[in-house]
């Protein structure tokens, strides 16, 4: 995510040439350093170092760019996507005029390269290669770096605790590497920080308390996917008014969720699934209030967390601009609250694996934009209203391992036309609903595990979209109707373990 954003950054670095020229240097200096780069490259499928050769100046050869004036200087070196192997050279270290070093997307192996002397370097990218090693100490020499993007390698060891010296850094992600130990309380020092990624690490401890007043310009915090744990800051809430993404999801935070965060008022998406934080008593679920004022926020997900008892009515002043629901996981129960339907542009909504009774009619048919509706594993009871059939966005319906009783709707056959349904997501039929035939836009019909009786439905070849048909393990019998055979779009056919005769069309 945080790639997209800082590419304007990168444009605007890497356009303009605002470099003061020094006779002291030889441009030779440069040129060595390039060839020694050069040889460092074991394989260039694409050709891309094709003519970085001597018969031109470098400042022409592919993905160079010089200073604007003499002594013609490397002021970028822009290679990303080019299937590049072998060693970054640190001779890239006496580009001292360097400013954006952009070698993203590569298969690059071996050490980061030694850069402590490049005083220019604002812009340093090598994201998804298969760097390995440690972070250098060294890096945070290059006082004028703003953006850091090293992640998707192999890098172990910890953060440096110097690189909190950079003191104009706006983006750092060092995400999907193997770093581990405590975060360094001297990184924290990064004022400028607006973009902080170190997901999918194995990063642990808690965070410092005063996080957000260290950090108070952050607009994303992404820590998903590490050993994190403790409490969740009240001062990300109280200081980083900025904040715009906030995940912390895959951790082992512990405690309430700070009612703060309501004070985010840019906030689009938090995330704090799959931790440890509870809500059971009305002070614990203030935060649920809190988060009304967050009046852009479109994703939010508590689920698997410790979250017990009665959904608060509250619920319903979430914003209306919320788009995912997602609570799933926990230990909820009784009725879901009917303000819930007032989320009029949920999305996805996830209820699944609590333990929410009673009936589901008052709210659902409110939710008119739903896409995906997750109510599974529940002791949801009563019928399936029949007002379910008014959400005509809906691709996924789960309803399995409930209580709900009485007639499948008949109206609910005309949702099946947009529905990808999976195997278990309907409560028991009796028998194939006729209706099904009607509905030629439906690709994937999975109606096994279910105990149908009775015959496969002739007008089954009017659904001519159908790429999946699974009726297995149920008790059909009769024949496999012959207008099977005129489905062009069909790959899979699973008519295993029931009863039928005659042969296959
Ligand atoms: C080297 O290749 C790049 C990319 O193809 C091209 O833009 C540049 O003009 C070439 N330089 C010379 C000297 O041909
Ligand atoms: C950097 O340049 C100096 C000459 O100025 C040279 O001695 C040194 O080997 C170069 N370093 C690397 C890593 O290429
Ligand atoms: C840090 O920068 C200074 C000034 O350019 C330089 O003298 C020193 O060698 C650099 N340190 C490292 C580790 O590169
Ligand atoms: C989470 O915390 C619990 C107890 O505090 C501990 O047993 C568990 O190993 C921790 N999990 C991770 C992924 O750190
Ligand atoms: C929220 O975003 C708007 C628009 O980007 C910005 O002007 C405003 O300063 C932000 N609010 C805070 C508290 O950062
Ligand atoms: C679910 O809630 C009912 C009361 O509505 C209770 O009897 C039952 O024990 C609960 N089940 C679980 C798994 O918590
Ligand atoms: C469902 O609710 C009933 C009555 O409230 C309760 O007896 C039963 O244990 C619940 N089932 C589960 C699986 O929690
Ligand atoms: C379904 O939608 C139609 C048209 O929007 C409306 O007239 C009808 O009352 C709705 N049915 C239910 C049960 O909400
Ligand atoms: C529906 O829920 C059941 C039970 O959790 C699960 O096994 C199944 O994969 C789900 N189906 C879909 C399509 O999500």
New binding site residues.
């Given amino acids: 995510m945080p790639i997209l954003i800082l590419l304007p950054l990168l444009l605007l670095c890497c356009g303009v040439g605002n470099v003061h020229c020094s006779k002291v240097h030889d441009s030779s200096i440069d040129l060595q350093s390039l060839l020694d780069f050069k040889q460092g490259i074991t394989n260039d499928p694409n050709g891309a170092l094709k003519n970085w050769t001597t018969r031109f100046h470098f400042c022409h050869w592919n993905g160079v760019q010089c200073t604007l004036e003499q002594p013609w200087r490397v002021w970028g070196l822009q290679l990303p996507s080019q299937s590049l192997s072998g060693q970054i050279s640190s001779s890239l270290g006496n580009l001292t005029f360097l400013n954006c070093l952009y070698l993203s997307y590569n298969n690059f192996v071996g050490p980061l390269p030694l850069l402590g002397r490049l005083q220019q370097l604002q812009i340093l990218y090598l994201d998804y290669n298969s760097l390995s090693g440690i972070i250098p100490d060294a890096l945070t020499n290059c006082s004028s770096l703003t953006a850091i993007d090293l992640s998707s390698n192999l890098l172990v060891g910890s953060i440096p605790p110097k690189l909190g010296l950079l003191s104009n850094l706006g983006y750092l992600n060092l995400e999907s590497n193997q770093l581990n130990g405590e975060i360094p309380q001297a990184f924290f020092r990064l004022s400028s920080l607006q973009y902080l990624s170190l997901e999918l690490n194995m990063l642990g401890k808690a965070l410092p308390p005063n996080i957000g007043e260290l950090l108070p310009n952050l607009k994303e915090l992404t820590l998903e996917h590490n050993k994190f744990g403790g409490f969740i800051p009240d001062s990300l809430g109280n200081n980083a008014l900025g904040l715009n993404i906030l995940d912390l999801s895959y951790n082992n935070f512990t405690g309430r969720i700070p009612p703060s965060l309501g004070k985010l008022s840019n906030l689009t998406f938090l995330s704090l699934q799959v931790n440890q934080l509870v809500a059971s008593n009305n002070q614990d679920w203030e935060f649920l209030n809190a988060l009304r004022n967050c009046r852009s926020l479109e994703v939010l997900s508590l689920s698997n967390n410790e979250l017990q008892g009665s959904l608060p009515k509250s619920i319903g002043n979430l914003p209306t601009s919320l788009q995912q629901l997602l609570l799933g996981g926990n230990s909820l129960s009784g009725q879901v609250p009917q303000s819930i339907g007032k989320l009029s542009a949920l999305i996805k909504l996830g209820l699944d694996k609590n ?1 929410f ?1 009673g009936t589901i009619a008052g709210w659902v048919e409110n939710l008119k934009r739903l896409g995906k509706l997750y109510l599974q594993s529940n ?1 949801f ?1 009563g019928p399936i209203p029949s007002s379910i059939s008014n959400l005509t966005q809906l691709t996924l319906l789960n309803l399995t391992k409930n ?1 709900f009783e009485g007639p499948i709707p008949a109206a609910l056959g005309a949702l099946f036309s947009l529905m990808k349904m999976g195997q278990g997501d309907l409560p028991v039929f009796l028998k194939i609903p006729a209706a099904l035939g009607n509905l030629p836009l439906l690709q994937q019909l999975d109606l096994s595990y279910n105990n149908l009786e009775g015959y496969i439905p002739q007008n089954f070849g009017n659904i001519q979209g159908l790429i999946l048909l699974n009726l297995n393990h149920n008790n059909l019998h009769g024949d496999i109707p012959d207008s099977l055979g005129t489905l062009q779009h069909l790959q899979k056919l699973d008519l295993s373990y029931n009863n039928l005769q005659g042969y296959i069309p």
Avoid: F, H, I, R
């Fill in positions: 333990n009774s002791n009871t209580g």
